[in-house]
C-alpha cells in the first residue's frame, strides 16, 4: 500500500475520531470553532512558512502558478452563474466551496507517494497561484458580496483580503523569495514542528463540526455542492488534457491537483461570516472522501 493512500486513510480516522468524541460528548460543537481558530491563527501560518524551506524563484514556472490562480477564478465564476437563484446565504457556501484547493496537505502526498520527486514542483507552484486566492481572495470576495446590496464592493474586498493573516503571510513569504531574501534555518525548525500538526487540527475539527442530525435540505444542498464541485473539476480536466501541450506526468499531477477537496480554511471562513455551519461541514468531510476515490481509481488508471 503507497504512502499516499495510508495517508489518505489516516485522514479518515481522524475525521471518525473526531465524530466519535462529539458523540461521546468529549467534544462539543464549540470545541470545532476553537480548533478553527487554533489552525487559521496558528498552525496554519506556520505550515505557510514552513512551505518556503529551500524554495527557489524560477520565472519559467510562474505561468503554472497563473494558471492555479486563474483555474480559481474561473471556478468562483462558474459557481457565481450557477448558484444565481439561490438564497444569498446558499449562494456564499456555493462560491467558497467551488474554488479553491487542499494541495499541501492533500494532493501533494499522492503526487510524492508516486511520482519521482522532480515533478513535486509542479504541484507546488500550482500551489503558489492557488494559494494567493484560497487564502484571501475568495474569503474577501464572498465577504463583499455578503455586505453589499450589490454584486461586488473593492473596498470591502482590500480591506477583507489584507486582513486575512494567511494571505498576508504567503504574501510576505512570497515577496521573500522573489527578492532572495534567506530567513535563518531555525525559523524553519520551528514554523515545520507547529505546521505538521495543521493537518491533525484540521481533519479533527471536520469530524467534531460534522452535524448527524442534519436537516434534508441542508443534507440536499451539501450534495448538491458536491456534485456542481467535481462535475466542473471533470470539465476543467478534461480541457486541459485536450488543449495543454504539457508532459502526460505534469498533467496527472495536475489533475491530481484539480480533483483536490476545497481547502481546510474554508469551514473557518463559513464560521466567520456566519454561514450554515451544518451544510460546511457535511461538504468538507464528504469532499475528502470523494476525492479519496476520485484519484484512487485514477491512479490505478493509470499505472
Same mark, same amino acid.
Given at each position: 500500500?503507497?504512502?499516499?493512500?495510508?495517508?489518505?486513510?489516516?485522514?479518515?480516522?481522524?475525521?471518525?475520531? *473526531?465524530?466519535?468524541? $462529539?458523540?461521546?460528548?468529549?467534544?462539543?460543537?464549540?470545541?470545532?470553532?476553537?480548533?478553527?481558530?487554533?489552525?487559521? $491563527?496558528?498552525?496554519?501560518?506556520?505550515?505557510?512558512?514552513?512551505?518556503?524551506?529551500?524554495?527557489?524563484?524560477?520565472?519559467?514556472?510562474?505561468?503554472?502558478?497563473?494558471?492555479?490562480?486563474?483555474?480559481?477564478?474561473?471556478?468562483? *465564476?462558474?459557481?457565481?452563474?450557477?448558484?444565481?437563484?439561490?438564497?444569498?446565504?446558499? $449562494?456564499?457556501?456555493? @462560491?467558497?466551496?467551488?474554488?479553491?484547493?487542499?494541495?499541501?496537505?492533500?494532493?501533494?502526498?499522492?503526487?510524492? *507517494?508516486?511520482?519521482?520527486?522532480?515533478?513535486?514542483?509542479?504541484?507546488?507552484?500550482?500551489?503558489?497561484?492557488?494559494?494567493?486566492?484560497?487564502?484571501?481572495?475568495?474569503?474577501?470576495?464572498?465577504?463583499?458580496?455578503?455586505?453589499?446590496?450589490?454584486?461586488?464592493?473593492?473596498?470591502?474586498?482590500?480591506?477583507?483580503?489584507?486582513?486575512?493573516?494567511?494571505?498576508?503571510?504567503? @504574501?510576505?513569504?512570497?515577496?521573500?523569495?522573489?527578492?532572495?531574501?534567506?530567513?535563518?534555518?531555525?525559523?524553519?525548525?520551528?514554523?515545520?514542528?507547529?505546521?505538521?500538526?495543521?493537518? @491533525?487540527?484540521?481533519?479533527?475539527?471536520?469530524?467534531?463540526?460534522?452535524?448527524?442530525?442534519?436537516?434534508?435540505?441542508?443534507?440536499?444542498?451539501?450534495?448538491?455542492?458536491?456534485?456542481? $464541485?467535481?462535475?466542473?473539476?471533470?470539465?476543467?480536466?478534461?480541457?486541459?488534457?485536450?488543449?495543454?501541450?504539457?508532459?502526460?506526468?505534469?498533467?496527472?499531477?495536475?489533475?491530481?491537483?484539480?480533483?483536490?477537496?476545497?481547502?481546510?480554511?474554508?469551514?473557518?471562513?463559513?464560521?466567520? @461570516?456566519?454561514?450554515?455551519?451544518?451544510?460546511?461541514?457535511?461538504?468538507?468531510?464528504?469532499?475528502?472522501?470523494?476525492?479519496?476515490?476520485?484519484?484512487?481509481?485514477?491512479?490505478?488508471?493509470?499505472?
Amino acid at each position: 500500500m503507497s504512502d499516499a493512500i495510508i495517508k489518505s486513510i489516516s485522514y479518515l480516522v481522524i475525521i471518525l475520531s *473526531g465524530i466519535l468524541l $462529539r458523540k461521546l460528548n468529549i467534544l462539543e460543537k464549540d470545541d470545532g470553532k476553537t480548533l478553527s481558530k487554533i489552525s487559521v $491563527r496558528f498552525t496554519l501560518p506556520a505550515a505557510l512558512i514552513a512551505s518556503f524551506s529551500g524554495a527557489v524563484f524560477v520565472f519559467e514556472l510562474i505561468l503554472l502558478a497563473v494558471f492555479g490562480f486563474m483555474i480559481n477564478v474561473v471556478m468562483y *465564476g462558474l459557481a457565481y452563474i450557477i448558484y444565481a437563484k439561490e438564497t444569498k446565504e446558499d $449562494r456564499a457556501i456555493g @462560491l467558497l466551496n467551488n474554488s479553491s484547493y487542499n494541495i499541501g496537505s492533500f494532493s501533494l502526498p499522492f503526487v510524492v *507517494g508516486s511520482f519521482s520527486p522532480s515533478y513535486a514542483i509542479y504541484a507546488s507552484i500550482f500551489d503558489m497561484g492557488n494559494s494567493i486566492y484560497s487564502m484571501g481572495v475568495n474569503y474577501a470576495w464572498v465577504d463583499s458580496y455578503l455586505k453589499s446590496e450589490k454584486s461586488f464592493n473593492l473596498k470591502e474586498f482590500i480591506k477583507k483580503l489584507f486582513s486575512a493573516l494567511p494571505f498576508m503571510i504567503y @504574501l510576505i513569504m512570497m515577496t521573500l523569495l522573489a527578492l532572495n531574501i534567506k530567513l535563518p534555518s531555525l525559523l524553519f525548525s520551528i514554523t515545520s514542528m507547529i505546521g505538521s500538526s495543521n493537518v @491533525l487540527i484540521v481533519m479533527l475539527m471536520f469530524g467534531v463540526l460534522f452535524e448527524l442530525n442534519v436537516h434534508k435540505d441542508d443534507l440536499f444542498y451539501a450534495f448538491k455542492v458536491l456534485f456542481i $464541485r467535481y462535475f466542473s473539476q471533470t470539465i476543467i480536466v478534461l480541457l486541459m488534457w485536450q488543449f495543454i501541450p504539457l508532459d502526460i506526468k505534469v498533467l496527472q499531477v495536475l489533475t491530481i491537483c484539480l480533483y483536490a477537496p476545497p481547502t481546510s480554511i474554508i469551514p473557518s471562513y463559513i464560521f466567520n @461570516l456566519g454561514l450554515n455551519e451544518k451544510s460546511s461541514s457535511i461538504i468538507s468531510s464528504f469532499s475528502v472522501v470523494v476525492s479519496i476515490l476520485i484519484i484512487t481509481f485514477l491512479m490505478n488508471l493509470w499505472y
